[in-house]
C-alpha cells in the first residue's frame, strides 16, 4: 500500500527459477531468469497451522492465488514425455 509508506509488492521478481523433471542425461531441465510475476499481492490464507515446543515453533500456510502472470527469459533442453525439446527466448504464462 504505497499510500500508506508501504512499498510496492509486485511485481515479484526472482533472478532465477530452475525446473527438473525425471533424472538422468535425457531429464528435462528449464532455466528461468528474471522472472518477474503479478497477482501474488491477491493471495488468500485458506489454512493455518501451528506447532509450537520447547526450542521450535512451526507454522504452516496454505493459501490460494486465484491468478498469477508471469514474464521471463528461459532456457531448456531434454526429453519431455518421449519428444526431445529444447529452446531459448521470452516465456510468459497465466496460471
Known amino acids: 500500500l504505497p499510500q500508506l509508506g508501504y512499498p510496492e509488492v509486485e511485481p515479484i521478481v526472482l533472478d532465477e527459477v530452475h525446473i527438473a ?3 538422468g542425461p535425457d531429464g ?8 518477474a510475476a503479478r497477482g501474488v499481492s491477491s493471495l488468500r ?3 493455518l497451522r501451528t506447532r509450537i515446543n520447547d526450542d521450535e515453533v512451526q507454522i504452516q500456510l496454505a493459501l490460494s492465488i486465484p491468478k498469477i502472470r508471469a514474464a521471463a527469459k528461459y532456457r531448456s533442453s531434454g526429453k519431455l514425455i518421449l519428444v526431445q525439446a529444447s529452446g531459448a527466448g521470452d516465456y510468459w504464462g497465466e496460471y
Open 45 to 47: 490464507v485458506t489454512g
Open 21 to 23: 523433471l525425471g533424472g
Open 28 to 35: 528435462y531441465r528449464a532455466q528461468f531468469r528474471d522472472v
